[in-house]
């Protein structure tokens, strides 16, 4: 069964850093590129990050771009998000999963919650 475990979340002030997790099961993880998305109250669910499933090509939601990087460890059936100089605007559930979650039934994680606050 796939699962998906997102983690590294917390509080912190703008200007700061995280980075997030996502440990990835239940699939064939190298054959599948990985998204983090985020979600708020305002606007949903975003793409914020792609990443190619031998990690040759990555991108980034516009919000985002120089600030943020995704990568990710085949071996290990790992995805991060290195998420620098946080914004308020930042502030969202994130969490890991392939570009079409319809393969796997819409199955999502539990997320992993950011929040930039002073």
């Known amino acids: 069964q796939v699962h998906l475990v997102e983690s590294g979340g917390g509080l912190v002030q703008p200007g700061g850093s995280l980075t997030l997790s996502c440990a990835a099961s239940?699939?064939?993880?190298?054959?599948?590129?990985m998204n983090w998305y985020r979600q708020t109250p305002g606007k949903g669910r975003e793409v914020v990050a792609i990443?190619?499933?031998?990690?040759?090509?990555?991108n980034y939601a516009d919000s985002v771009k120089g600030r943020f990087t995704i990568s990710r460890d085949n071996a290990k059936n790992m995805v991060y998000l290195q998420m620098n100089n946080l914004k308020p605007e930042d502030t969202g559930t994130y969490y890991c999963?392939?570009?079409?979650?319809?393969?796997?039934?819409?199955?999502w994680g539990q997320g992993t919650q950011v929040t930039v606050a002073s």
């Open positions: 999963n392939v570009p079409r979650p319809s393969v796997f039934g819409n199955y």
């Open positions: 239940g699939f064939l993880f190298s054959n599948y590129g």
């Open positions: 990443i190619s499933n031998t990690s040759g090509f990555r």
